[in-house]
């Protein structure tokens, strides 16, 4: 819950997204050239980041949603648990997982891992934050918007217990709550 003694500091303004997100559309649609792609957006936190992305491709997309959470509040609880299954069918598609952040990297790793059993022709990643941080899980993700620090953030679709997902930017959270 938001309290008054929330701080919110601006980490990245609403333009930075947006332009990034330009680079990130016309690199995909470069490496994807002549192909078509089937994109997998991670609910909740990647649905602002991946919809704004999809809109910028050129190349032609299919797209789904599914829902995993490693997160209650703050603090990550080390398993991701699988809430939703794809509606799509990724057997011989390019796919691209667009995710919000990459942190530990055991979410990603485990979506990656469950879509391989589709025998796709490839998987890619793409985060809009990755954290410069050691992980115990060896993961990289093939398209990074931006490296952040060990800050905890929110905004642009990132939150804390649900809110501040609206904020059009992305900004440190220092809470004496």
Do not use: W
Not at 5 to 16: A, R, Y
Not at 144 to 155: L, N, R
């Amino acid at each position: 819950m938001k309290t008054k003694t929330d701080k919110l500091t601006v980490l990245i303004s609403e333009g930075e997204i947006r332009n990034r997100c330009r680079e990130l559309a016309e690199q995909i649609d470069r490496e994807y050239s002549g192909d078509s792609l089937t994109v997998v957006i991670v609910l909740k936190g990647a649905l602002m980041f991946g919809s704004d992305l999809i809109r910028l491709l050129s190349t032609p997309v299919k797209f789904d949603t599914i829902s995993v959470s490693s997160y209650i509040g703050a603090v990550s609880s080390g398993t991701p648990e699988f809430h939703s299954q794809l509606r799509l069918d990724l057997t011989e598609q390019h796919v691209l997982i667009v995710d919000d952040i990459l942190e530990t990297g055991a979410t990603l790793n485990a979506i990656v891992n469950q879509f391989r059993k589709s025998q796709p022709l490839s998987i890619r990643t793409c985060v809009l934050l990755r954290k410069e941080i050691s992980r115990n899980i060896n993961f990289a993700a093939d398209y990074v918007g931006f490296d952040i620090g060990d800050d905890f953030v929110v905004g642009y679709g990132l939150d804390y217990n649900d809110d501040y997902r609206n904020l059009p930017c992305i900004s440190t959270l220092d809470s004496t709550v």
